[in-house]
């Protein structure tokens, strides 16, 4: 994987694109709790690692809906391919930087900052690795997904294990990565609260 992806401004395109299908998807499935009508109610967000320039307003928000139904409101929030849960980096800089970088050394994390973000620090790269490493491989959601792979995924080569799996061409590979995380990005309905 190459750090040029983060450079790629039809990534951060389709990233979007598919965000907003999956946001279609829900709003026409209306109101899980009484039916009613799904309204736009996006959340605010300050990403780092990018978009270009061009797309930066529409990174500006993590795409939500609220029950338009009077004393119901309840939220539903579609799945994400653009943020990986509350990290403020997008979930491609977490992917890929994660993927490029196993050894967390002064050097790398000087490039990294001029490439991704000035603040980006050695604490969150170590975090991000054992979010990989420990956290990943322990979640519900990962003991059923990783039943899609006939191969046992190696877990010290999370993420790039992962990637590997997804074909040979750099951008499929990173979409088809946050898409098979996607489901991590909103909380299952039966553990939401209020
Ligand atoms: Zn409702």
């Not at 029950?67 to 309840?74: F, H, Y």
């Not at 170590?126 to 003991?143: C, D, G, I």
């Not at 877990?155 to 750099?170: H, I, N, Q, T, V």
Request: charged share 30%; proline share 7%; aromatic share 8%.
């Amino acid at each position: 994987m190459s750090h040029e992806l983060l450079g790629d401004s039809r990534i951060f395109a389709l990233l979007l694109q598919i965000d907003r299908e999956f946001t279609a998807e829900v709003r026409a499935g209306r109101c899980l709790e009484c039916g009613g009508r799904l309204d736009t109610a996006d959340y605010p967000r300050k990403p780092r690692g990018g978009p270009p320039a061009e797309l930066r307003a529409e990174y500006l928000k993590r795409f939500s809906l609220c029950c338009a139904v009077d004393g119901c409101r309840t939220r539903t929030t579609p799945v994400s391919v653009r943020f990986l849960g509350q990290r403020v980096y997008l979930g491609a800089v977490v992917v890929l930087v994660s993927a490029m970088f196993q050894g967390v050394t002064e050097k790398r994390v000087a490039e990294l900052r001029e490439r991704v973000h000035p603040t980006l620090s050695p604490q969150t790269l170590l975090r991000w690795r054992a979010w990989w490493r420990e956290t990943l491989p322990t979640m519900p959601f990962w003991r059923t997904a990783r039943a899609r792979f006939d191969r046992p995924l190696d877990k010290a080569g999370l993420p790039a294990s992962l990637l590997a799996r997804f074909g040979k061409d750099e951008r499929d590979r990173l979409v088809a990565t946050l898409k098979f995380l996607s489901p991590l990005t909103t909380r299952p309905r039966s553990a939401r609260a209020g």
